[in-house]
């Protein structure tokens, strides 16, 4: 039935984007992180973070992908995708408007009503701060800056932060527990800016409620990774 849903929901975002084709269309393919990260707590994974845009200036369909796969087992340890429309509401961002599918192995499903905005904050941060409600509701805060270097080498910070506002022990989070992912990542373009590999380093730990959780489980909390990696745009 959830899935019947999300389908209903792909469906109707499809008609809307359909209705707005007044204007060019224009498409394209940008993944952040595609990236293999070698942990200091033993656990390596492979990540990706990517979007596919399709739409106006108006009114854009968005599917937004991102999973982490454990080395060996190649068990999904972390997988959502969410169905996503996205139209101006100021000169420099956009509301937005989905659904969320969780859908990682050895886990159950979680799916999600979204409302956010994404832009360019001043000083040219680029920010993405959404809602995810249902029985388990959480809010996330992302927000990254290319610092360019050269015009082909740029070091890019980034911050992530998601806080539960309700208990899922199911995935060991405690609402007011916020866990926070921080990376840098030195890129060179390749190819114009449409192949970009990288090296960095990512930082990941959780606090409060979530943080006593992790430490019940007996999982290490702080975890460093050294990140390989390309961006991609097409």
Known sequence: MQNLKIASAAGMMLAAASAAQAEPLIYGFQAEQFEY??????????VWD???VVGTDELKFVWRSEAE???GS??????ENQLRLQFPVSTFFDAVVGVQAITPDNLPDRYNAVVGLKGLAP????VDADLYLSDNSFFRFEAEYEGL???RVILTPSIEVTVPLADDLAYGQAAGGAT???GLRLSYDLVDRAISPYIGINYEKSFGGT?????ASGEENGVTSIVFGTRLMF
């Open 50 to 52: 990517f979007d596919f």
């Open 149 to 151: 270097i050269t015009n």
């Open 37 to 46: 990260r070698d942990g200091d707590n033993g656990e390596n994974v492979f």
């Open 180 to 182: 926070v992912e921080a």
């Open 69 to 71: 796969i454990v080395e």
């Open 74 to 79: 190649g068990d999904f340890e972390g997988l």
């Open 211 to 215: 943080a006593d959780l992790i430490r």
């Open 123 to 126: 000083g040219f941060f680029e």
